[in-house]
Every structure is written in structure tokens, then in C-alpha cells.
């Protein structure tokens, strides 16, 4: 641990070193992988396609989803994360003289990823997804035929 990490936790109030200690932890446990089950279905019909995503545990996945007889496959990358802390930190004078002060800052929400998928002919699908926290949400596709599908997304269990 740097030396500029050690003073900010020797100084920092408790509160905030257990607030900086749990987003660690909640940090690293994010970083589990996990496969989520992809349901789309177009907007010119009722018949429904699926596909997956593999989470590599970093922002990213790999997608697979099969409409008629092509595969489209590529990635999604988190473009805004589920979660973000800051915290801002400086040294004042006051009435007991130096002291630190520090503000935490936390913003929670839906993730948003991009997909960029193609298929072995060369033709492409692009996905926006939203949602992504707690294992589920929703998104849209678009295919290079203008085709929009409507996307729900779910973490795979298992029994």
C-alpha cells in the first residue's frame, strides 16, 4: 500500500473507511462472471430468437444470438457502470485546528452496455442493454436491414 493510501485511511473518518472498505469488497465481488439468457424478439412478428452472454467479469461479455440460420457474436462493453463512488478529500483549519474533510459520493442506477455483433456472412447487429443490475434487463437491437428486435435479459440459475 502506497504511502499517499495509508495517510488517507489513517485520516479519514471511520465512516469513510468503512464505506471505501465495503466498495472494495463490493468491487471484487462484482467481478464474478456470470451467463445471462437473451430473449429478442422483432418488431414485424411474434417469433421469438435467444441468445447469451458470457460475463468476463471486467465490463465486458461475449454475446452470442441466433436469428434464422446466422449467429451473430462479438462483445458488450459497459459503457456507464451500476455503481460509482467517489470521494473527495482535503485538509481545512478550524476551530481545533488541521483537521481532514471528506465527501463520499455514490451514484446507483442501471448499467448500460453497447453491443457490436456480427455474423460470418459480414452482416452486423448492434444492441443497446440496459438494466443489467440484479441479474436482469432489457434492451434493443438493430440489424443492418434496419430490423429492430426488443431485448429482455436474465441471469442464468442453476438448479
Not at 465486458?60 to 441466433?66: D, K, L, M, P, R
Not at 440460420?69 to 456507464?80: A, M, R
Amino acid at each position: 500500500m502506497s504511502k499517499l493510501s495509508q495517510a488517507f485511511l489513517r485520516d479519514a473518518p471511520a465512516m469513510g473507511r468503512a464505506l471505501i472498505l465495503g466498495g472494495a469488497l463490493a468491487a471484487t465481488l462484482a467481478g464474478c462472471a456470470s451467463t445471462y439468457d437473451l430473449t429478442l424478439m422483432p418488431r414485424d412478428s411474434g417469433k421469438l430468437t435467444y441468445g447469451e452472454a458470457q460475463d468476463l467479469g471486467n465490463g465486458q461479455a461475449t454475446v452470442s444470438i441466433t436469428v434464422g440460420d446466422k449467429i451473430y457474436t462479438g462483445t458488450w462493453v459497459q459503457v456507464t457502470p451500476e455503481q460509482s463512488t467517489s470521494y473527495i478529500g482535503a485538509s481545512a483549519w478550524g476551530w481545533r485546528g488541521w483537521g481532514s474533510y471528506g465527501e463520499i459520493n455514490h451514484n446507483y442506477g442501471d448499467a448500460i452496455a453497447k453491443a457490436l455483433l456480427q455474423s460470418k456472412d459480414g452482416s452486423g447487429m448492434r444492441c443497446d442493454l440496459y438494466g443489467l443490475t440484479g441479474g436482469s434487463g432489457t434492451g434493443k437491437c438493430t440489424d443492418d436491414k434496419g430490423m429492430i428486435y426488443d431485448v429482455q435479459i436474465r441471469k442464468r440459475t442453476t438448479k
